[in-house]
């Protein structure tokens, strides 16, 4: 029996509002479990942030054998990745296989956006409102919404006086964009610019990059990726999946702090690992991320790299990042970034030394020099784990306001709930590992809590779950505790929301290895979800497991 009311079709036990790795799986899961479910979606395709971000040199910097869904493995042995760090392209033809693969696609309505959702006390249910004033209701309402997926641009005097076009890499044109001929600006150097940057310095006639603030980045050494290492990869799938689930991605960890080995052994080893290259290298002591002068070690490694790489020594010099440790703003894996900078048709403007003053119709004034320009490319990021929800008017109990709640900062309970808004649940969201991690591991992990939850809620007979105010505000301390044990809030970053003007600063993500945040979780829910109000609601249990 289930509890969608049947004179009115539109009310569902769980809606999902997104359409991407964690939507998708949440709709596969919650089906599975009997429930009706409904996914909204405001693209016209599943997806997500693999939908939007089509600039060129889009690709994952998780290598592809790891990016991807472990919930099924005959899905891992039939699918063949071609690189090992896939395109935006692949991985897209991915996700469309895998809705067709598991029929997800009838239970998902695109071209819809979601701008608010309301917790209806009396009727314990979430009542939505599109923006096309379609109204929808779940008891349950889960944000699969994504970590970035609502686009920054820059807030540049007469931007909008350009002539030319501009373009922001997260919403790139579907139908390409041809740039021979082109006087081409970059406005960024995250990991989309470093992505972006060498692909249109190809194509462009001439590339002017603005630079902020110089980023490190690691070689990816992409290639073909060949059968015999898949299939090796492949017959150990379970083994890998079941670690990975431990740690995020399966790197190689080292067990020796920098800071207790001598200078040959540590060069020797930020050698090796460039070698391989990709965001293993961050991994190649113990404490790089705690200790700031192991970390110096590591940067001077990747500056002497930048230097020896790059031929105009005063390019190479503002290349080099020096104001912030290594990894704590989001490490770049490149295929060719620092050489790109050899080309003739690419300048480098260093913004430290000469700000943008201006756009004007005919380009980009920066210190005493006017760049002519034809084509305009922001690369300049998101407003990045709550900006999704920023986006939505979430209103909990008595009417509270979730952007009102989170003013000062997010705050939420595991990452996973928040007090005062009861059945809402957040994937991959603040207070949460999210981003730190490969996401779908983090996606699946949060999937599986959240339906283990509502099976709870169903075998006790209860319909309601919410995060209690007590444990919230402790989680909020911890993870506060966690971050500050690490050099992450030294940096000017999109995870402490400093990219956005008058975003509090506050460190957003939960630094804990993943074992010990699962664990966490567990022990929650295996204590009854402790820390959690559960309560039986005038309303009909949720649907028996079929
Ligand atoms: P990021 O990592 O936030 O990078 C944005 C870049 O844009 C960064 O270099 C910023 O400099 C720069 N930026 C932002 N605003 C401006 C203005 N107004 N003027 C000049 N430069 C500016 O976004 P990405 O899209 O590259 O990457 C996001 C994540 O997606 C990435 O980490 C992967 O996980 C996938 P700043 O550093 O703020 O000085």
Redesign the pocket.
């Known amino acids: 029996m289930t509890i969608q009311d049947p004179t009115d079709p539109r009310q569902y036990d769980v809606i999902i509002i997104g359409a991407g790795f964690a939507g998708l799986y949440a709709l596969h899961r919650m089906r599975g479990m009997g429930l009706s479910a409904r996914v909204y979606e405001a693209g016209p395709e599943v997806g997500g ?1 693999w939908f939007w ?1 089509r600039y060129p040199g889009a690709r994952c ?1 998780v290598e592809s054998l790891q990016y991807s869904y472990s919930f099924s493995p005959e899905l891992e042995q039939e699918w063949v990745w071609t690189e090992k760090y896939a395109t935006q392209p692949e991985i897209l033809r991915y996700i469309r296989h895998v809705a067709e693969r598991f029929d997800l696609r009838r239970d998902i309505q695109f071209n819809t956006r979601v701008e608010e959702a309301v917790y209806d006390e009396a009727g314990a249910r979430w009542e939505l409102r599109t923006e096309a004033g379609e109204r929808v209701s779940g008891r349950f309402c889960v944000m699969a919404t994504g970590a ?1 997926t609502v686009p ?1 641009l ?3 005097p007469g931007i909008e006086r350009f002539a030319g076009k501009i373009y922001h ?2 919403t790139w044109p579907h139908e390409g964009v041809d740039l021979s001929g082109r006087r081409v600006g970059v ?8 992505q972006a940057i060498p692909a249109i310095a190809k194509q462009a006639e001439q590339l002017v990059v ?4 110089a ?1 490190f980045s690691i070689p990816a050494w992409n290639g073909p990726l060949q059968p015999e290492v898949q299939q090796t990869w492949k017959k150990d799938y379970r083994e890998h999946r079941r670690r990975a689930r431990e740690v995020g991605t399966l790197y190689e960890f080292s067990d020796k702090a920098a800071s207790q080995v001598g200078e040959e052994e540590r060069q020797r080893e930020y050698e090796r690992r460039w070698q391989k290259g990709g965001v293993n290298f961050v991994h190649s002591f113990n404490d790089l991320m705690v200790d700031k002068q192991s970390n110096d070690t590591i940067a001077e490694f990747v500056r002497a790299k930048i230097r020896a790489t790059v031929k105009d020594p005063q390019v190479a010099e503002s290349l080099c990042p020096k104001d912030h440790p290594l990894g704590s ?2 490490i ?1 894996v490149d295929t060719g970034y620092y050489e790109t900078y050899n080309r003739d048709n690419v300048k480098l403007v260093d ?1 430290k030394k000469t700000p ?1 003053r201006e756009v004007s119709a005919s380009g980009v004034h920066a210190g005493d020099v006017h760049h002519e320009l034809d084509v305009l490319v ?5 407003d ?1 784990v709550t900006g999704a929800l920023r986006h939505i008017d979430i209103r909990g109990r008595n009417g509270q306001q979730l952007s009102r709640k989170w003013a000062e900062g997010p705050r939420s309970y595991l990452g996973l709930m928040t007090s005062g808004f009861p059945n809402l649940f957040i994937i991959t969201g603040p207070g949460s590992p999210s ?1 730190l991690v490969n996401m779908v591991v983090g996606i699946e992990h949060h999937v599986g809590w959240i339906c283990d939850c509502l099976d709870h809620l169903r075998r006790q007979g209860l319909a309601s779950i919410e995060a209690g105010q007590a444990a919230e505000d402790r989680w909020v301390e911890h993870v506060n505790a966690a971050a500050n044990k690490t050099l992450f809030p030294l940096a ?3 995870f402490l929301g ?2 956005v003007p008058g975003k509090p600063r506050v460190f957003m993500l939960y630094a804990a290895k993943l074992w010990v945040y699962r664990q966490e979780c567990q022990a929650v829910a295996d204590k009854g979800y402790e820390g959690f109000t559960l309560a039986a609601v005038p309303r009909p249990a949720l649907a028996e497991a079929p």
């Open positions: 942030v971000n910097d970035l920054q820059p807030d540049i890499t997260a406005i960024g150097t995250g990991s989309s610019g470093i603005f630079q902020r603030t980023n703003k989001r770049c913004l943008i922001c690369a300049t990021g998101f990045a981003v000017n970053s999109w400093a990219n």
